[in-house]
T-cell receptor, first 112, second 115 residues
Framework: AQSVAQPEDQVNVAEGNPLTVKCTYSVSGNPYLFWYVQYPNRGLQFLLKYITGDNLVKGSYGFEAEFNKSQTSFHLKKPSALVSDSALYFCAGTSGTYKYIFGTGTRLKVLA | DGGITQSPKYLFRKEGQNVTLSCEQNLNHDAMYWYRQDPGQGLRLIYYSQIVNDFQKGDIAEGYSVSREKKESFPLTVTSAQKNPTAFYLC??????????????FGPGTRLTVT
């Protein structure tokens, strides 16, 4: 069965420090991978995606993600965290079908 | 939240009543989706529709029904058969960019509470 895992329920980081939110996947074939952010009582906002090509993907708001095929990972990163980055982050994947698999989400808390 | 509207934002119903959640998009997207979000469980796919007059069950379709009579609209009905209907419901749509590549855009969600 296909799956996307986010092993951390919550990540705390000090403002200005680099942040990493982890995601591993088990998707058949060539995976299409996505990161979304959700603020309280809102829908999901697209941050970035990996389809093919460069393993380092740059997205919105200074976020980037690194696709690692050997480790089946797609970790979200940002060099310097902001308090406003505090939100719920979802990793998602698909093998190209209409069925997206979402992780359980990681709550990021950036401390001032 | 792009060009997807969901109404109402909050919905309260008594147990045993059917309720319909609205989802409208003006993005001219062919595909639309309904997800359910529960704390700690991420998003789970209820139904999706690739084109008008066609829809497919997702992973948790039991107790739900949908229709897709117009490209812009994909209403979800939560029936009395759904055992735990209280949740946050998210509608999404997507456009095909290249073969197999599509980006999903999400609506603001409807929080349904059934007592």
């Amino acid at each position: 069965a296909q799956s996307v895992a986010q092993p951390e329920d919550q990540v705390n980081v000090a403002e200005g420090n680099p942040l990493t939110v982890k995601c591993t996947y088990s998707v058949s074939g060539n995976p299409y991978l996505f990161w979304y952010v959700q603020y309280p009582n809102r829908g999901l906002q697209f941050l970035l995606k990996y389809i093919t090509g460069d393993n380092l993907v740059k997205g919105s708001y200074g976020f980037e993600a690194e696709f690692n095929k050997s480790q089946t990972s797609f970790h979200l990163k940002k060099p310097s965290a902001l308090v406003s980055d505090s939100a719920l982050y979802f990793c998602a994947g698909t093998s190209g079908t209409y069925k997206y698999i979402f992780g359980t989400g990681t709550r990021l808390k950036v401390l001032a | 939240d792009g060009g997807i509207t969901q109404s109402p934002k909050y919905l309260f119903r008594k147990e045993g009543q059917n309720v319909t959640l609205s989802c409208e998009q003006n993005l001219n997207h062919d595909a639309m989706y309904w997800y359910r979000q529960d704390p700690g469980q991420g998003l789970r796919l209820i139904y999706y529709s690739q084109i008008v007059n066609d829809f497919q069950k997702g992973d948790i379709a039991e107790g739900y029904s949908v229709s897709r009579e117009k490209k812009e609209s994909f209403p979800l009905t939560v029936t009395s058969a759904q055992k735990n209907p209280t949740a946050f419901y998210l509608c999404a749509s997507s456009i095909d960019l290249h073969r197999g590549e599509r980006e999903q855009y999400f609506g603001p969600g409807t929080r349904l509470t059934v007592t």
